[in-house]
């Protein structure tokens, strides 16, 4: 059985409590990966590329991760 917790829901479908236990994540808009780490060399390298490249990066965006992983791979170099 699950806990129910504070809100009367479990935790795994409550998504207050998910939020809360989910670590903020960051990515830019076109990336495919997401970072725990904002200064992740990999994620730097990547938008150091798109430069290069003759792009332009998209901004750095920031979110919980249970929301950001639906659409979005792991970082393999700064997992937490
Ligand atoms: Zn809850
Ligand atoms: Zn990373």
Partial sequence: MNKECIHGLTETTCSICKAKSSP?????AGGMRY??????R????????????????????????????IDRDRCHNCRA
């Fill in 24 to 28: 903020t994540v960051f990515f830019s």
């Fill in 35 to 40: 970072h725990f780490d904002r200064n992740c």
């Fill in 42 to 69: 990999t994620f730097l390298e990547g938008r150091k590329k798109v430069v290069d490249g003759g792009g332009v990066n998209a901004p750095v965006e920031s979110g919980p991760e249970h929301l950001v992983k």
